[in-house]
């Protein structure tokens, strides 16, 4: 058991597991970008920073059918940022949080080293998507297509350039497919830590295994930082999947069966 997992399960809430922390029909999230551990600052701007970090946090209530509300920054400041960098880091928080009609109501500042952020956000929910409800002959599908961002941040780590547009700068959320296929998901979960860790999740907390209906390699099942949806649904509504999918201009693979079995994939760890 990795540092991550095994200090979760020494915490005693009732509402961790999930992308969020259902309270209600209300959903709390948060998730930190710290320099030098997501990210290099001679990677990226000051702009392009701020927006992944703020994306990254809405990615949490967009996989759990939520509604972004209120967002909460705190920011820790190496003494080599001016006050024009500051600007420029709070309006494009601002910017990105208001895209999804969030608005940035607070945090808090401090000095340090290198540059962080942790963000809250507040969202709400009458119909949340979770990662509890999975059952053997469900199918598991992801959005999108994987791997651009491990081989992107390889291509940094080489000390060459990557494309503006890139997902590892701009990830896509899911946000319109999600709320009009909620009704026919069962479970789901945003793709933070590679498709084959957050499978092995996935299947870990609902105790089941899996069958491969379609083979994924190793650079689209490894690559950490997607935030696509991993989903699972029953198979009678593939159909109805398939066509909001169209209609939302998503791309939706099935990969595999949830089954009775211990199956998982060998993935490598990216937190610890």
Known sequence: ?????YLINKLSSRSIGDDGAIIGNMIYSMDAFF???HFKREWMSIKQIAYKAMMVNLSD????????????TSLA??????????DELIESLE????AYDCEIIGGDTIASDKLHLSITIVSKSDNPLRRVGLKSGHLLAFTGYLGESKKDLERLFRGETIDENSKFYRPILR????????EFLEVGMDISDGLFCDTNKLLDINDMGFEILQPI?????????????????????????KKIAKETNTQVTIFAKAS???LRYECVEHHF
């Open 175 to 182: 946000s319109e497919f999600i709320y009009k296929a909620r």
């Open 217 to 241: 390699s190793a650079d689209e099942g490894l690559s950490g930082e997607e935030y696509e949806m991993l989903i699972g649904f029953d198979e009678k509504n593939i159909s109805n999947i």
């Open 95 to 98: 910017e990105t949080a208001k």
């Open 61 to 72: 209530a967009v996989a759990m059918n939520a509604k972004p509300l209120y967002a909460l």
């Open 260 to 262: 009775k079995n211990s």
């Open 1 to 5: 058991m990795n540092k991550e997992s």
């Open 35 to 37: 320099e030098d551990v």
């Open 77 to 86: 400041l190496p003494k080599d940022i001016n006050h024009s960098q500051i």
